[in-house]
Protein backbone atom coordinates (compact mmCIF):
# COMPACT_ATOMS: atom_id res chain seq x y z
CA UNK A 1 0.00 0.00 0.00
CA UNK A 2 1.46 3.46 -1.00
CA UNK A 3 1.56 6.05 1.42
CA UNK A 4 -1.48 8.03 1.93
CA UNK A 5 -3.81 5.28 -0.12
CA UNK A 6 -6.91 6.45 1.62
CA UNK A 7 -9.58 4.97 0.26
CA UNK A 8 -7.95 1.62 0.60
CA UNK A 9 -7.45 2.72 4.44
CA UNK A 10 -11.13 2.87 4.14
CA UNK A 11 -12.12 -0.06 2.06
CA UNK A 12 -10.16 -2.07 5.08
CA UNK A 13 -12.06 -0.11 7.95
CA UNK A 14 -15.70 -0.94 6.24
CA UNK A 15 -14.75 -4.90 5.97
CA UNK A 16 -14.10 -4.88 9.54
CA UNK A 17 -17.71 -2.87 10.13
CA UNK A 18 -19.45 -4.99 7.54
CA UNK A 19 -17.51 -7.67 5.49
CA UNK A 20 -21.00 -9.27 4.24
CA UNK A 21 -20.91 -6.30 1.75
CA UNK A 22 -17.62 -4.23 -0.53
CA UNK A 23 -17.94 -0.88 -1.10
CA UNK A 24 -18.04 0.33 -4.40
CA UNK A 25 -16.80 3.85 -4.65
CA UNK A 26 -14.78 5.92 -2.18
CA UNK A 27 -14.99 9.49 -3.18
CA UNK A 28 -12.74 12.51 -1.20
CA UNK A 29 -15.26 14.94 -0.30
CA UNK A 30 -12.73 17.38 2.16
CA UNK A 31 -12.68 21.16 2.39
CA UNK A 32 -10.04 22.21 0.05
CA UNK A 33 -8.22 24.73 2.67
CA UNK A 34 -7.51 21.77 5.07
CA UNK A 35 -5.59 18.37 5.54
CA UNK A 36 -8.56 16.64 7.29
CA UNK A 37 -10.32 14.10 4.66
CA UNK A 38 -13.78 13.05 4.79
CA UNK A 39 -14.90 10.24 1.92
CA UNK A 40 -18.41 9.53 0.71
CA UNK A 41 -18.64 6.05 0.38
CA UNK A 42 -21.03 4.53 -1.75
CA UNK A 43 -21.44 0.46 -1.21
CA UNK A 44 -22.48 -1.97 -3.53
CA UNK A 45 -26.17 -2.33 -2.85
CA UNK A 46 -25.86 1.88 -3.44
CA UNK A 47 -26.07 2.77 0.12
CA UNK A 48 -23.64 5.69 1.12
CA UNK A 49 -21.84 6.85 4.73
CA UNK A 50 -19.57 9.15 5.38
CA UNK A 51 -15.94 8.14 6.33
CA UNK A 52 -14.09 10.42 8.30
CA UNK A 53 -9.98 9.74 8.31
CA UNK A 54 -7.64 11.60 10.99
CA UNK A 55 -4.33 11.04 12.46
CA UNK A 56 -3.21 13.41 14.80
CA UNK A 57 -3.33 13.69 18.63
CA UNK A 58 -3.84 10.39 20.06
CA UNK A 59 -6.32 7.26 18.60
CA UNK A 60 -7.62 7.41 21.86
CA UNK A 61 -8.82 10.40 22.29
CA UNK A 62 -10.03 10.08 18.78
CA UNK A 63 -12.38 7.19 20.28
CA UNK A 64 -13.43 9.19 23.36
CA UNK A 65 -14.49 12.50 21.53
CA UNK A 66 -16.55 10.20 18.99
CA UNK A 67 -17.96 8.15 21.69
CA UNK A 68 -19.14 11.89 23.59
CA UNK A 69 -20.52 13.02 20.13
CA UNK A 70 -22.38 9.55 19.86
CA UNK A 71 -24.23 9.98 23.21
CA UNK A 72 -24.88 13.77 22.52
CA UNK A 73 -26.33 12.72 19.23
CA UNK A 74 -28.40 10.48 20.95
CA UNK A 75 -29.53 12.06 23.65
CA UNK A 76 -29.94 16.06 22.41
CA UNK A 77 -33.54 16.69 22.79
CA UNK A 78 -36.38 18.63 20.38
CA UNK A 79 -35.60 20.97 18.92
CA UNK A 80 -32.04 19.39 18.53
CA UNK A 81 -32.67 15.98 18.15
CA UNK A 82 -31.50 15.63 14.23
CA UNK A 83 -28.39 18.40 14.38
CA UNK A 84 -25.84 15.97 14.75
CA UNK A 85 -24.79 13.30 12.24
CA UNK A 86 -25.23 9.59 13.73
CA UNK A 87 -21.76 7.25 13.74
CA UNK A 88 -21.95 3.84 13.11
CA UNK A 89 -22.27 1.92 15.75
CA UNK A 90 -20.89 -2.01 16.19
CA UNK A 91 -21.64 -4.19 19.27
CA UNK A 92 -23.08 -1.66 20.92
CA UNK A 93 -19.89 0.93 20.51
CA UNK A 94 -19.26 3.74 18.28
CA UNK A 95 -17.10 1.73 15.32
CA UNK A 96 -13.77 2.79 15.13
CA UNK A 97 -10.97 1.36 12.54
CA UNK A 98 -7.05 1.66 13.72
CA UNK A 99 -5.09 1.59 10.53
CA UNK A 100 -0.82 0.84 11.59
CA UNK A 101 1.59 0.13 9.13
CA UNK A 102 5.28 0.66 9.41
CA UNK A 103 5.32 4.67 10.08
CA UNK A 104 1.35 5.00 9.30
CA UNK A 105 -1.17 5.66 11.99
CA UNK A 106 -4.16 6.79 11.24
CA UNK A 107 -8.62 6.16 12.43
CA UNK A 108 -11.56 5.68 11.04
CA UNK A 109 -15.05 6.58 11.99
CA UNK A 110 -18.11 6.26 10.10
CA UNK A 111 -21.58 8.49 10.06
CA UNK A 112 -24.76 8.07 8.27
CA UNK A 113 -24.80 11.40 5.74
CA UNK A 114 -26.29 14.45 7.47
CA UNK A 115 -29.48 16.24 5.81
CA UNK A 116 -28.77 19.73 4.28
CA UNK A 117 -31.41 22.47 4.29
CA UNK A 118 -30.28 26.24 3.81
CA UNK A 119 -26.59 27.81 4.14
CA UNK A 120 -26.45 31.57 5.97
CA UNK A 121 -25.56 34.30 3.59
CA UNK A 122 -22.01 35.00 3.22
CA UNK A 123 -22.87 38.43 5.22
CA UNK A 124 -25.39 38.61 7.28
CA UNK A 125 -27.90 41.39 8.34
CA UNK A 126 -28.81 42.35 11.50
CA UNK A 127 -32.18 40.08 11.69
CA UNK A 128 -30.03 37.30 10.65
CA UNK A 129 -27.49 38.19 13.71
CA UNK A 130 -30.32 38.31 16.03
CA UNK A 131 -31.95 35.31 15.29
CA UNK A 132 -28.42 33.67 15.06
CA UNK A 133 -28.04 34.62 18.88
CA UNK A 134 -30.97 33.72 19.90
CA UNK A 135 -30.66 30.06 18.02
CA UNK A 136 -27.04 29.61 19.55
CA UNK A 137 -28.31 30.51 23.11
CA UNK A 138 -30.54 27.64 22.62
CA UNK A 139 -28.56 24.86 21.21
CA UNK A 140 -25.97 25.68 23.93
CA UNK A 141 -28.56 25.31 26.53
CA UNK A 142 -29.46 22.36 25.11
CA UNK A 143 -25.65 21.33 25.37
CA UNK A 144 -25.64 21.92 28.25
CA UNK A 145 -28.52 20.06 29.84
CA UNK A 146 -27.18 17.07 27.77
CA UNK A 147 -23.62 17.20 29.02
CA UNK A 148 -24.95 15.20 32.27
CA UNK A 149 -25.36 11.98 30.81
CA UNK A 150 -22.23 12.44 28.27
CA UNK A 151 -19.02 9.96 28.84
CA UNK A 152 -16.47 11.77 30.91
CA UNK A 153 -13.99 13.89 28.65
CA UNK A 154 -10.42 13.71 29.83
CA UNK A 155 -9.28 16.70 27.69
CA UNK A 156 -8.86 19.90 29.20
CA UNK A 157 -7.37 23.69 28.75
CA UNK A 158 -4.99 22.90 30.66
CA UNK A 159 -3.80 19.14 29.07
CA UNK A 160 -3.88 20.67 25.62
CA UNK A 161 -1.66 23.85 26.55
CA UNK A 162 0.73 21.46 28.87
CA UNK A 163 0.84 19.44 25.92
CA UNK A 164 2.11 21.65 23.82
CA UNK A 165 5.00 22.73 26.20
CA UNK A 166 5.86 19.14 26.10
CA UNK A 167 6.25 19.70 22.25
CA UNK A 168 8.56 22.77 22.84
CA UNK A 169 10.43 20.45 24.67
CA UNK A 170 11.15 18.33 22.16
CA UNK A 171 13.73 18.00 19.08
CA UNK A 172 11.00 18.75 16.91
CA UNK A 173 9.21 21.33 18.75
CA UNK A 174 12.60 23.17 19.23
CA UNK A 175 12.71 22.94 15.59
CA UNK A 176 9.53 23.99 14.12
CA UNK A 177 8.84 26.55 16.44
CA UNK A 178 12.31 28.01 16.80
CA UNK A 179 12.64 31.30 17.21
CA UNK A 180 9.44 32.04 18.75
CA UNK A 181 10.04 29.36 21.53
CA UNK A 182 9.97 32.30 24.56
CA UNK A 183 7.21 34.09 23.12
CA UNK A 184 4.86 30.84 22.78
CA UNK A 185 5.80 29.38 26.52
CA UNK A 186 5.05 33.26 27.54
CA UNK A 187 1.77 32.97 26.55
CA UNK A 188 0.64 29.96 27.85
CA UNK A 189 1.93 31.11 31.18
CA UNK A 190 -0.22 33.72 30.82
CA UNK A 191 -3.12 31.45 29.84
CA UNK A 192 -3.26 29.62 32.70
CA UNK A 193 -2.69 32.30 35.35
CA UNK A 194 -5.77 33.91 34.06
CA UNK A 195 -7.96 30.67 33.52
CA UNK A 196 -7.18 30.28 37.63
CA UNK A 197 -7.77 33.55 38.34
CA UNK A 198 -10.67 33.54 36.65
CA UNK A 199 -12.08 29.81 37.88
CA UNK A 200 -12.78 28.90 34.46
CA UNK A 201 -13.25 25.28 35.79
CA UNK A 202 -16.24 26.50 37.67
CA UNK A 203 -17.89 27.64 34.50
CA UNK A 204 -20.98 25.39 32.85
CA UNK A 205 -19.17 22.76 30.95
CA UNK A 206 -20.81 21.18 27.57
CA UNK A 207 -19.92 20.09 24.36
CA UNK A 208 -18.47 22.64 22.05
CA UNK A 209 -17.34 22.56 18.36
CA UNK A 210 -15.26 25.40 18.34
CA UNK A 211 -15.22 25.81 14.42
CA UNK A 212 -18.56 27.68 13.41
CA UNK A 213 -17.49 28.55 10.04
CA UNK A 214 -20.95 28.66 7.64
CA UNK A 215 -19.88 25.64 5.83
CA UNK A 216 -20.36 23.81 8.82
CA UNK A 217 -23.76 23.98 9.81
CA UNK A 218 -27.35 25.04 8.00
CA UNK A 219 -30.11 26.57 8.82
CA UNK A 220 -34.35 26.26 8.21
CA UNK A 221 -35.93 28.86 6.46
CA UNK A 222 -36.65 30.65 9.44
CA UNK A 223 -33.62 30.21 10.66
CA UNK A 224 -33.46 27.80 13.28
CA UNK A 225 -30.66 24.93 13.42
CA UNK A 226 -31.24 22.55 11.42
CA UNK A 227 -27.48 20.24 11.00
CA UNK A 228 -24.24 20.34 11.91
CA UNK A 229 -20.87 19.34 10.66
CA UNK A 230 -17.44 19.10 10.81
CA UNK A 231 -16.10 17.72 14.14
CA UNK A 232 -12.81 18.29 13.96
CA UNK A 233 -12.14 21.25 16.76
CA UNK A 234 -14.83 19.21 19.44
CA UNK A 235 -14.28 19.47 23.24
CA UNK A 236 -16.24 19.53 26.59
CA UNK A 237 -15.40 22.57 27.47
CA UNK A 238 -16.68 26.14 28.35
CA UNK A 239 -19.63 27.87 25.98
CA UNK A 240 -17.12 30.85 25.42
CA UNK A 241 -14.59 28.73 23.44
CA UNK A 242 -17.66 29.07 20.50
CA UNK A 243 -17.90 32.68 20.46
CA UNK A 244 -14.97 33.41 18.38
CA UNK A 245 -16.10 31.40 15.32
CA UNK A 246 -19.54 33.22 16.33
CA UNK A 247 -18.27 36.62 15.93
CA UNK A 248 -16.04 35.53 12.45
CA UNK A 249 -19.90 34.35 11.43
CA UNK A 250 -21.52 37.94 11.92
CA UNK A 251 -18.61 39.91 10.96
CA UNK A 252 -18.87 43.25 8.82
CA UNK A 253 -16.61 41.04 6.66
CA UNK A 254 -18.47 37.96 6.33
CA UNK A 255 -17.61 34.43 5.04
CA UNK A 256 -13.89 34.63 3.13
CA UNK A 257 -11.86 32.02 1.26
CA UNK A 258 -8.81 33.68 1.99
CA UNK A 259 -8.81 34.25 6.17
CA UNK A 260 -7.03 35.50 9.27
CA UNK A 261 -7.70 35.13 12.60
CA UNK A 262 -8.05 38.38 13.70
CA UNK A 263 -9.32 39.01 17.32
CA UNK A 264 -10.93 42.48 16.33
CA UNK A 265 -14.30 40.53 15.22
CA UNK A 266 -14.98 40.17 19.09
CA UNK A 267 -15.79 43.70 19.52
CA UNK A 268 -17.29 44.64 16.58
CA UNK A 269 -20.32 46.27 16.74
CA UNK A 270 -22.64 43.22 15.08
CA UNK A 271 -21.00 40.52 17.79
CA UNK A 272 -22.47 42.74 19.93
CA UNK A 273 -25.60 42.63 18.83
CA UNK A 274 -25.62 38.89 18.93
CA UNK A 275 -24.26 38.86 22.27
CA UNK A 276 -27.14 40.98 23.49
CA UNK A 277 -29.84 38.34 21.96
CA UNK A 278 -28.01 34.93 23.37
CA UNK A 279 -27.72 37.05 26.90
CA UNK A 280 -31.63 37.51 26.81
CA UNK A 281 -31.67 33.36 26.54
CA UNK A 282 -28.41 32.12 28.40
CA UNK A 283 -27.50 34.82 30.16
CA UNK A 284 -23.60 35.00 30.14
CA UNK A 285 -21.51 35.75 33.48
CA UNK A 286 -18.82 38.93 34.04
CA UNK A 287 -16.07 36.27 34.39
CA UNK A 288 -17.35 34.95 30.82
CA UNK A 289 -16.82 38.08 29.26
CA UNK A 290 -12.99 38.15 30.82
CA UNK A 291 -12.53 34.81 29.75
CA UNK A 292 -13.17 35.72 25.89
CA UNK A 293 -9.58 37.02 25.13
CA UNK A 294 -8.40 33.72 26.69
CA UNK A 295 -10.57 31.46 24.82
CA UNK A 296 -9.19 33.40 21.80
CA UNK A 297 -5.59 32.92 23.19
CA UNK A 298 -6.01 29.04 23.74
CA UNK A 299 -7.52 28.71 19.95
CA UNK A 300 -4.48 30.40 18.56
CA UNK A 301 -2.11 28.29 20.49
CA UNK A 302 -3.48 25.30 20.31
CA UNK A 303 -5.26 25.15 17.06
CA UNK A 304 -3.16 27.67 15.24
CA UNK A 305 0.37 26.88 16.49
CA UNK A 306 0.14 23.19 17.68
CA UNK A 307 -1.78 21.54 15.71
CA UNK A 308 -2.16 24.10 12.22
CA UNK A 309 0.27 21.63 10.78
CA UNK A 310 -2.87 19.25 10.53
CA UNK A 311 -5.98 21.64 9.89
CA UNK A 312 -4.04 23.82 6.76
CA UNK A 313 -2.61 23.37 4.08
CA UNK A 314 1.60 23.91 4.31
CA UNK A 315 1.46 27.34 3.13
CA UNK A 316 -1.37 28.51 4.73
CA UNK A 317 -0.65 26.94 8.00
CA UNK A 318 2.84 29.17 7.52
CA UNK A 319 0.79 32.40 6.52
CA UNK A 320 -1.43 31.88 9.96
CA UNK A 321 1.03 31.26 12.48
CA UNK A 322 3.67 33.86 11.13
CA UNK A 323 0.42 36.12 11.77
CA UNK A 324 0.07 34.73 15.22
CA UNK A 325 3.45 36.55 16.59
CA UNK A 326 3.03 39.34 14.41
CA UNK A 327 -0.98 40.16 15.17
CA UNK A 328 -3.36 37.92 17.13
CA UNK A 329 -0.72 37.45 20.05
CA UNK A 330 0.49 41.29 20.34
CA UNK A 331 -3.63 42.14 19.87
CA UNK A 332 -4.62 39.81 22.67
CA UNK A 333 -4.46 42.28 25.97
CA UNK A 334 -6.08 45.01 24.18
CA UNK A 335 -9.52 43.35 24.34
CA UNK A 336 -11.71 45.83 25.40
CA UNK A 337 -14.28 43.81 27.66
CA UNK A 338 -15.89 46.49 29.29
CA UNK A 339 -17.48 47.41 25.76
CA UNK A 340 -19.21 44.03 25.87
CA UNK A 341 -19.93 44.42 29.63
CA UNK A 342 -21.58 47.69 29.19
CA UNK A 343 -23.48 46.30 26.35
CA UNK A 344 -25.05 43.42 28.32
CA UNK A 345 -25.45 45.65 31.73
CA UNK A 346 -23.16 43.44 33.67
Known amino acids: MRLKDYPAIIRKAWAGFDSSIEVKLVEDISAKVSTNHVFRVTLENDDQVIAKLSYFGKYEHFKEDHRIIHAMSSNLLYPFENVMAKSLVKNNQVYTYRYQED ?21 LNEDHIRKLGHEMAKFHLACYRVSKSLPKSSKNLRTDINHLLDI ?4 NGQYEHRGNIHILKQQCETFMKNIQRLNVSSFDLM ?4 DWNIGNFSVTKDQKL ?7 WFRVSSRVMDFYFFSRVVSNVGDRTVFSYLMSTLTEDRFIIFLQEYHKVYPLTVKEVYFMKEAYRFFILNYVIKYGKYFFHRAYCNKLQKEAYELYFPAIEGFDADKILKALNL
Not at 168 to 171: A, K, N, P
Open 226 to 232: FSRWDYD
Open 103 to 123: FIDTWVVFYNPIRVMKRLPKR
Open 207 to 210: PVFV
Open 168 to 171: LETD
